[in-house]
């Protein structure tokens, strides 16, 4: 019997899920682009069932809208949603830093750390999503710290969420070396088991990159094909 054979076998609904979902975050599959059942079938070459599955799934999540007799359109990012997942996170992600103060492991936030901007090459696909990934595990180490399960599922699904932000502002070609201070100031305060400290980087590193999803919004005229909706008077100012 081989390795694989105990490994447990991913049922082709949860195959669709990924397929689909990783292509809607990377933004392969635009928001306010239409999706047909038919459509997707023949794209991810999955029968209908699992599509279907699939899809009940990423509506569950937000990350499509059904739409009564004309299929399902990949949701779209507007100003709201930004808003929302960046409220959202300085709620959870503090709060999960002041828990995670000094039970983390120092050696491998570092490591992770580097692995940020590790070759990365600015608009380089393969390259940033290199950097999403380790950012990702960067931040989601600090959640397994803390040791509640449920904040670190919560925050995995913020962190997917808010690739599309990064990836539609741009802030992927800017981002990697800024992010390297940031993480290092977090780093040492969660070491000291300084929860204030902790809790105070935690909020600045989080509006960092809204400054830069938002500006990225405001300057990058591209973004008109991605359904960014338009900017009212105001919408960019702190909540």
């Known amino acids: 019997m081989s390795a694989s054979d105990l490994q447990p076998q991913i049922g082709l609904g949860e195959q669709a899920y990924k397929k689909i979902k990783d292509d809607i975050v990377w933004c392969r599959l635009r928001p306010g682009d239409e999706v047909s059942e038919a459509r997707l079938c023949e794209l991810y070459g999955f029968g209908k069932a699992p599509v279907r599955q699939a ?7 937000a990350y499509v809208v059904s739409q009564p007799r004309r299929g399902h359109v990949i949701a779209p990012v507007t100003l709201k949603t930004v808003r929302e997942l960046f409220e959202l996170r300085s709620i959870v992600e503090p709060a999960t830093a002041e828990l995670a103060c000094g039970r983390v492991d120092r050696d491998r936030l570092v490591a ?59 802030v992927l070609r800017e981002r990697p070396h800024a992010t390297r201070a940031e993480h290092e100031e977090l780093i040492e305060a969660l070491v000291a088991g300084d929860r204030a400290a902790a809790r105070a980087c935690t909020l600045a590193h989080i509006e960092s990159v809204r400054g830069m999803v938002m500006d990225g919004i405001a300057k990058h005229s591209s973004l008109s094909e991605a359904n960014i909706a338009p900017i009212e008077a105001g919408a960019l100012e702190r909540p």
Request: glycine share 6%.
């Open 55 to 61: 899809l009940s799934r990423l509506a569950q999540e």
């Open 112 to 170: 992770l750390d580097a692995r940020c901007v590790e070759g990365y090459v600015p608009g380089d696909v393969a390259s940033e999503a290199r950097f999403v990934a380790a950012n990702n595990a960067f931040h989601l180490e600090i959640a397994r710290a803390a040791n509640n399960s449920r904040l670190t599922g919560l925050l995995a699904q913020i962190l997917d969420e808010m690739t599309r932000l990064l990836h539609l502002g741009y």
